[in-house]
């Protein structure tokens, strides 16, 4: 395979596959071209929401563009995380082509808004291989839309099918991001998602409602029924076998070739940088890094697509909860930055509907979602309110951080509203980063010179 155009140099990529495998000759090529290139400082970027390689490569690209002349003087190398996760159509990236099958027009039946397009059939089929069968069998149900009582279970019945929850073996511990024997936060890794489980009209219409609330200026609707949020249960659905497969691309792939590569070049200074699961992926690489490596400066997440109580050691209303990653920001030898904004409405409304709905089974209508409310701050994510109930947890609007010097270690909140405010329904401004402030963040965090 050709090298990638990319805006920076040296770059490399490192696939992984569902499992956590690693692509041997590209790890093998980074272990040893690093050290021989000179670079002290590498950059690891995993991305979140993505549909191919040549995507992650472009943000890739426009994400590091800034970065050298940023920092002139520094010995940087750069590293793109492939792993396998998707993108909906309908949820265009600030700055990058929209694809055709997401200009939806606003006076189209909402049946036509709901069927699955060619670009998203393509995608589950490369996320999902070996699925076809099912995969058009979900399309054909979005197309028909038939009655909605055994339709509708049986469309439930093949999302199941589809993401094939719940997830067994290692890999469950993974899929939580809350560990114990409560239910707060989104669940025990023993715990099957409701949302998939549960009856499906209602899930459904609670996701129709959601949504209803949720559209552009100028966009008006009918009343929603449960077909209108079937596709949503779909996403959402697909989101949460992503989210499980970030934990274990990160702890069984990534953290281990952190390892093979500390080992290989002690003196490279690595700062890992993910956007939306990709955020989850780098800190669950924390937990796969080996004892005793101390490569990790810095830690960056961007828009994280994961419970912002991941590194609590106890979860706020429930003493016998603590996050998954609760004290792993120690194994970072230097500061975990993470890079919030109330406009990313993906993680700011869908997120703690769908993670609430992933733990439990009673309703979600009239949940107040404002994080400073207990119901609303027990499903929050990351990228939407930062870091949550870590004691000592440092928090600057973006412009201080920029004007001062982060914390050399310990959790850092950065309100990132500022930049990351563009991008409409569903997902708002959730792939809104490519912005120079940003990178800037990134070598901040990184004390990278």
Not at 145 to 169: H, I, N, T, W
Not at 365 to 387: E, N, Q, S, T
Request: with cysteine; proline share 7%.
């Amino acid at each position: 395979m050709a090298d990638p155009a990319v805006s920076v140099s040296p770059y490399w990529e490192l696939t992984f596959d569902a499992d956590g495998d690693v692509d041997g000759r590209e790890r093998d090529r980074l272990l040893a071209e690093v050290p021989r290139r000179g670079v002290r400082d590498l950059i690891v970027f995993a991305h979140g929401w993505n549909n191919d390689r040549s995507g992650a490569t472009r943000l890739y690209s426009q994400f590091f563009a800034p970065v050298p002349d940023l920092a002139p003087h520094a010995r940087l190398g750069y590293v793109g995380v492939v792993w396998p996760s998707m993108r909906f159509s309908d949820e265009p990236i600030p700055d990058f082509p929209r694809s055709v099958a997401a200009a939806v027009p606003a006076d189209i039946p909402a049946a036509a808004r709901t069927a699955l397009d060619k670009d998203t059939r393509h995608a589950l089929l490369e996320v999902f291989p070996g699925r076809a069968t099912v995969v058009e069998q979900i399309a054909r149900l979005l197309d028909q839309q038939p009655d909605e009582g055994a339709s509708l279970e049986e469309f439930g019945r093949l999302v199941r099918l589809l993401v094939e929850v719940p997830p067994q073996g290692p890999q469950a511990a993974c899929a939580a991001d809350t560990l114990g024997e409560g239910t707060l936060g989104e669940g025990t890794p023993q715990g099957d998602p409701a949302m998939l489980f549960g009856d499906t009209a209602t899930v459904c219409g609670e996701f129709a409602e959601a949504l209803a609330g949720m559209t552009a200026p100028g966009e008006t609707f009918a009343l929603p029924r449960p077909w209108d949020g079937a596709r949503e249960l779909l996403r959402q659905a697909t989101y949460y076998a992503m989210k499980r497969r970030a934990g274990t691309v990160g702890e069984r792939g990534l953290g281990h070739a952190l390892g093979q590569l500390a080992a290989a070049a002690p003196g490279v200074r690595v700062h890992l940088v993910g956007h939306s699961f990709g955020g989850r992926l780098v800190s669950f690489a924390l937990r796969g890094l080996p004892e005793g490596v101390r490569t990790v400066k810095s830690v960056t997440l961007l828009q994280g697509a994961f419970s912002h109580y991941a590194f609590a050691a106890q979860v706020p209303g429930d003493p016998r909860a603590s996050g998954a990653l609760h004290g792993l920001q120690s194994r970072v030898d230097g500061p975990l930055v993470c890079c919030y904004s109330h406009f990313d409405t993906a993680l700011g409304t869908i997120y703690p509907l769908a993670s609430r709905m992933a733990d439990d089974d009673r309703s979600v209508l009239g949940i107040d979602l404002d994080p400073g409310h207990l119901l609303g701050a027990r499903w929050g994510a990351m990228g939407h309110d930062g870091v949550q109930a870590v004691e000592g947890t440092k928090t600057f609007t973006l412009a201080d951080a920029l004007r001062a010097k982060l914390p050399v270690s310990g959790c850092v909140n950065v309100d990132a509203c500022a930049v990351v405010n563009r991008g409409g329904p569903p997902c708002g401004a959730h792939s809104d980063i490519c912005h120079r402030e940003l990178a800037q963040v990134v070598l901040a965090a990184g004390r990278v010179q």
